[in-house]
Every structure is written in C-alpha cells, then in structure tokens.
C-alpha cells in the first residue's frame, strides 16, 4: 500500500462538485484525510471565477495507471469534457500529487507532480495535512517546503467547509 496525495479543485458549483468527489474517494478508499478547503483566485486563467482547493490522501494498491484513469472517470462524470481548454473553468479537476516515493513518469503521469513546489494553492493544503511527510525528489517535508514558498500574487484563504456531517474546513 502506497500513500497516495491528490489535489481537488473547481470553480463551477464548488461546493457540490468538491463533496461529490470526497464522497466518491470516501467510497472507494479507506483513511481518507483531508485538508482544510482554500479559495484561490485562478493562476493563468481568463475566467476570473475563484477556485476551491484542497488536498485529500489516502492509502492504496492501485497502480499510478489505475488512479489516474478513476481521477479522470470521476471528472467527467462531474461535467468536464475531455476536449476543453487547459486554463477553463472546471466543474471538477483531480490531480496526483504522489503515489507513495515514486518519482519519474509512471503509466503516463509525471511524479510528483510539479505543481507541488509552485502553487500555493497545491502545497499549503498539502503542507498542513503532512506536514513531516518528504517531498519523493527533494526529500524536504512540506511543512518546510512551504515555509520557504514565496506565495508572491498567489491569494488564498482558508473557507468554512462541511462534508458528511462534519466541519472540515474553517478560515484562519
């Protein structure tokens, strides 16, 4: 079993679409942890929608193949078209973060995904749910990883949030 990190975004019915996902990650692997849900202004995006983020980790068995396409099945299932745009508005959208202390590309998927080191909105969440976790190429943990990170024009904020019942997310 590998620990396994992904991000979880969207802009478009926020709230529905990040709860539609945790339930389906719920449902599917067990201990699931997941971090407070931040608000960000979009990064390289015309659309001026503010997005939802978070990150969720997990154990599991799955080969990086495997995670990836239950990642996409589930974002199309939500709305999001195969063919649209890379800097459009999302419904839902599922990255992997890291599978385990893989490093390199594995079925296709780059690890770990280099968005990790460059956006805030990747690396706070995933900072404050492992902190002492290390970075599979640096070795730093993301606690110190992210006390090092220049957030420059990248804005986020923590957000009130509910799931299952259960307050998961609050602002600062």
């Not at 945790?22 to 202004?41: G, K, N, P, Q, Y």
């Not at 706070?124 to 976790?133: G, N, S, Y």
């Amino acid at each position: 079993m590998a620990l396994v990190t992904v991000s979880i975004g969207s802009n478009i019915e926020r709230d529905r679409h990040v709860r539609t996902c945790l339930d389906a990650l719920a449902a599917t692997f067990e201990s699931l942890a997941i971090s407070r849900v931040f608000e960000s202004e979009p990064v390289g995006f015309e659309d001026g929608r503010n997005f939802y983020n978070l990150v969720a980790a997990f154990e599991s068995d799955w080969s990086v193949g495997e995670l990836q396409a239950w990642c996409k099945r589930l974002e199309f299932a939500n709305g999001r078209r195969p063919d649209s745009p890379k800097f459009s508005p999302r419904t839902l959208d599922i990255d992997l973060l890291t599978v385990g202390e893989l490093t390199g590309e594995h079925d296709g998927v780059a690890l770990p995904r280099g968005e990790i080191c460059h956006h805030a909105f990747v690396l706070q969440p995933l900072a404050e749910l492992l902190p002492e976790t290390r970075h599979p190429e640096s070795g730093a943990t993301y606690a110190a990883l992210w006390a090092d990170f220049d957030p420059g024009s990248q804005r986020l904020w923590a957000v009130p949030f509910a799931w299952a019942g259960r307050k998961i997310s609050h602002p600062d």
